[in-house]
């Protein structure tokens, strides 16, 4: 019948339709909507979150490649004993050099001199050294501010060993010793003398400096039996700050105390401006004065002074004496 017919031309294409929309959602279903985002698949077979990075290794990398703030720090430390043992103002490092220097010290009651200075300093082993320092002097004992007696002044023989080094701090101890070497017999002590020591050395690599304490006891041991004995303490603070690669200042100050004197105190501050050309020369300039005990053996009302210095490291001989730590902490110079 037309009326069924077309009722069921009807169903038919209403059937077909709803076929057809369900094919069309099966493969949108099964083809994934491009604007979702998508789970990364890894080379591990485990999915990565949405929005998650593709890769996390960069990032790993980077934090990785951060240098650690204590490695830093390490690295500065070294980097400043290795400077101040260039310098030649680290009383701890096992290295050579020689030096001469002029200086004019001006004492109380109107006594003054000058003084041109050779010292030679000698790395006998990687940790081991021995060095000489030996004054000519032009001296002014009358205040009349004219020389009244000129010529060499005592000899003085240092002889130590690094016993310690990190990058933290540097221990070495040694002993002083003066002989009785002066031309003129008023231009020395007329005494034998000994003096232990220790020296210790610690970079602070945030102020791109080295701290030093030097601490000795002197004590007369022979000589000349008219001259007055000799036993007094010294005690020396400093700080060698390295400004750049070729300039560096050094501040000290000096504390001594006489005990065959009543005790009595000297303090001597003295600064120092220095400046590296390459690898060995040292030039250097300073001048300081007394602070407490001026009038004693020990004090001086002010000084001035200048030097030049050659530095070295290759000892003598190459292996150690006691197995210590070997050259400057954190590395050699030059």
């Not at 990190?166 to 002083?176: P, Q």
């Not at 006891?217 to 000589?223: I, L, Q, T, Y």
């Not at 020369?281 to 001086?300: A, I, K, S, Y």
């Not at 200048?306 to 530095?311: D, I, L, N």
């Amino acid at each position: 019948m037309p009326g069924t017919s077309a009722c069921a031309q009807r169903g038919s294409f209403f059937l077909l339709s709803l076929i057809s929309v369900g094919v069309t959602a099966s493969a949108a279903v099964g083809a994934g909507d491009d604007t979702q985002p998508k789970a990364v698949q890894p080379k591990d077979g485990l999915p990565v979150p949405p929005g998650a990075p593709k890769d996390p290794q960069p990032e790993a990398k980077r934090q990785a490649a951060a240098p650690d703030p204590r490695v830093r720090l390490d690295e500065e430390r070294r980097r400043i004993s290795a400077a101040a043992a260039a310098a030649g103002t680290d009383p701890t490092a096992i290295i050579g050099y020689y030096q001469l220097s002029f200086g004019h010290n001006d004492f109380s009651r109107g006594l003054s001199s000058n003084a041109a200075t050779a010292v030679v300093r000698l790395p006998l082993t990687p940790n081991w050294l021995v060095q000489v320092t030996l004054p000519y002097v032009w001296a002014d004992l009358n205040g009349r501010r004219s020389f009244s007696a000129d010529g060499t002044s005592d000899l003085v023989l240092r002889t130590g060993g690094r016993l310690y080094a990190s990058t933290d701090v540097a221990l070495f101890a040694g002993l002083d010793a003066s002989f009785p070497a002066a031309s003129d017999r008023r231009l020395g002590t007329g005494k034998y003398t000994l003096g232990p020591g220790l020296a210790v050395a610690a970079p602070l690599p945030r102020l791109r400096s080295l701290s030093l304490l030097l601490i000795e006891n002197f004590n007369s041991v022979g000589g000349d039996p008219s001259r007055a004995d000799l036993h007094y303490l010294q005690i020396q603070g400093g700080f060698n700050t390295l400004w750049s690669e070729h300039w560096w200042t050094l501040l000290t100050g000096t504390w001594s105390t006489d005990w065959n004197n009543r005790r009595r105190p000297t303090l001597n501050l003295v600064g120092q401006l220095g400046y590296r050309f390459d690898d060995h020369w040292n030039l250097f300039v300073g001048g300081g004065g007394g602070v407490v005990g001026q009038d004693t053996f020990l004090g001086l009302d002010w000084n001035v002074q200048a030097g030049v210095r050659w530095v070295f490291d290759t000892p003598l001989i190459s292996e150690t004496f006691f197995g210590g730590p070997a050259g400057p902490q954190g590395g050699s110079s030059p």
